[in-house]
């Protein structure tokens, strides 16, 4: 079995505390001078990085009085694209770490959306496992994510209809992929992919296989895409050009107010004066 990655604990975003999504500092995947001699038949791409943008999370729903003590709530537990893409390209599957008390605790997804759904009534630490496919890294990911039920302000009685959700952000990079790896996802849009040295002539693609023959992985579509945060880059860009212009439209009122303030006449002012 391959030896997990080290694991930099991720800042988790709550939809409900007003603030902008932070990313954290990016969890960068490097492969030993072993892996590359196993991987030497598979040319790899010195200075090359490729980036995958990944959000894990869970969402969880309160299932109302009616249900029982037991099976208070809903939850749904995934790793997804920034923008909801498919990873299947990159992530070959995924292995959930359930609590112990779950009836086979160990579940395993092989294809695209990667989530699972489960119904209890207490928070704990699910282990996310990330394996990726023979041309991408031999390497596996551990990520953790706490399951939470319950919000962080409990004004009244819970939502049924608004779930908890929590999710992380995060980017793996890839250095010195190889070419087989980067012909294959240059044009995919769950990939970040510098831009190529002029004559580099990249092998044909070779498609991967898939578990179940799904043509689709991504959660565009997704029941609870409404509920997923957005972490996409060019939304924040938009936010920041819209930020700027509403700056240099108060710019310039401040300097139309100035120049009218400058053009006013000057009034004289009497000489001071002294009593003795």
């Known amino acids: 079995m391959s030896q997990p990655l080290p694991l930099k604990r991720q800042g988790e975003h709550h939809p409900d505390d007003g603030a902008s999504p932070i990313k954290p500092s990016r969890l960068k995947i490097a492969l030993s001078s072993e892996d590359f001699d196993k991987k030497n038949a598979n040319k790899r791409l010195k200075d090359v990085e490729i980036c995958v943008p990944i959000v894990y999370g869970t969402t969880a729903f309160y299932l109302g009085r009616k249900a029982s003590e ?4 809903k939850w749904t537990v995934y790793v997804r694209g920034a923008s909801n893409e498919d990873l299947g390209a990159v992530i070959k599957r995924v292995v959930f770490q359930l609590h112990p008390s779950f009836n086979n605790p160990t579940r395993v997804v092989e294809s695209p959306p ?35 039920l319950y ?5 009244g009685p819970q939502s049924t209809k608004k779930p908890v959700v929590v999710e992380s952000y995060d980017e793996i990079v890839f250095p010195d992929p190889s070419e087989g790896f980067l012909a294959r996802v240059q044009n995919h849009p769950a990939v970040v992919v510098p831009r190529l040295p002029a ?11 898939t578990g179940n023959g799904k043509e689709r992985g991504d959660t565009k579509d997704h029941p609870l895409s ?6 996409s880059e060019a939304d924040e860009l938009l936010k920041l050009a819209a930020a700027r212009q509403q700056v240099q439209a108060h710019i310039v009122k401040l300097r139309r107010q100035l120049s009218l303030v400058e053009g006013m006449p000057q009034l004289s002012k009497p000489p001071s004066t002294y009593e003795s």
């Open 151 to 155: 919000p962080e302000e409990e004004s």
């Open 114 to 148: 990667f989530e699972l759904s489960e119904c209890g009534w207490g928070e704990f630490e699910i282990a996310i496992t990330l394996h990726f496919h023979s041309d991408v890294c031999d390497k596996q990911l551990d990520l953790y994510h706490h399951l939470k």
């Open 226 to 231: 409404q509920w997923f945060l957005n972490f």
């Open 70 to 73: 037991s099976q208070s709530h």
């Open 199 to 209: 004559g580099l002539n990249l092998p044909s693609p070779v498609p991967i296989e």
